[in-house]
């Protein structure tokens, strides 16, 4: 079955403490992505990877880092994580078919609150 | 400031009629379309993308795109009260989705 997981699903966590949520997927996906989702500002592209090794600041990338070391893990890592990075976190991958038929998948989402 | 923009809705229509969401972009180097479904408390799920202008058909969803307007849509015929949901419009400068910004999205109601 086509998958993508992140874990921990919820978190509350407290002003600096780092944390990491990790992103799976098993499509051999090259594309994954990370957006955070506001009422009202909805998804907001945080980073993106084409491949291995290879990643780019989305439009929020402020406050968080990413490494793609292998191709199916995206984490995503919050070094001093502030109480303006609540919010619901979803993880993607995706590829294109030539222009044919797209396939992207998000994952369930982690909602993560810092007090 | 790359935008989309999406009326917030919502969109209310009887069931068995057409449902038309509609979306504007501003970046004219965007290649890629992209329309997805997002119920409450569910993960976004992609149902159309489009790459060139004219209109492209799945089922019961159609998108339309004209890059001359900036503007893309999606006509849901035959609605059902399934398909009660926001929809979200992406636009990405490439293909396979690279940076990708997305609309607010527009929520509608299919009513029984």
């Known amino acids: 079955e086509a998958q993508v997981t992140q874990n921990p699903r919820y978190l509350i966590t407290v002003t600096g403490k780092k944390l990491t949520v990790t992103c799976s997927q098993n499509m051999n996906h090259e594309y994954m992505s990370w957006y955070r989702q506001d009422p009202g500002l909805g998804l907001r592209q945080i980073y993106y990877s084409m491949n291995v090794e290879v990643t780019d600041k989305g439009d929020v990338p402020e406050g968080y880092k990413v490494s793609r070391k292998e191709k199916r893990n995206f984490p995503l890592i919050l070094e001093s994580p502030s109480p303006n990075q609540t919010s619901l976190y979803f993880c993607a991958s995706s590829f294109s078919h030539l222009r044919g038929r797209e396939s992207s998948y998000f994952g369930p989402g982690t909602r993560l609150t810092v007090t | 400031q790359k935008e989309v923009e999406q009326n917030s809705g919502p969109l209310s229509v009887p069931e068995g009629a057409i449902a038309s969401l509609n979306c504007t972009y501003s970046?004219?180097?965007?290649?890629?379309f992209f329309w997805y479904r997002q119920y409450s408390g569910k993960s976004p799920e992609l149902i159309m993308s489009i790459y060139s202008n004219g209109d492209k058909e799945d089922g019961r969803f159609t998108a339309q795109l004209n890059k001359a307007s900036q503007y893309v849509s999606l006509l849901i015929r035959d609605s059902q009260p399934s398909d009660s949901a926001t929809y979200l419009c992406a636009v990405s400068l490439n293909t396979g989705g690279f940076k990708t910004i997305f609309g607010a999205g527009t929520r509608l109601f299919v009513k029984a």
């Open positions: 970046d004219r180097g965007s290649q890629s």
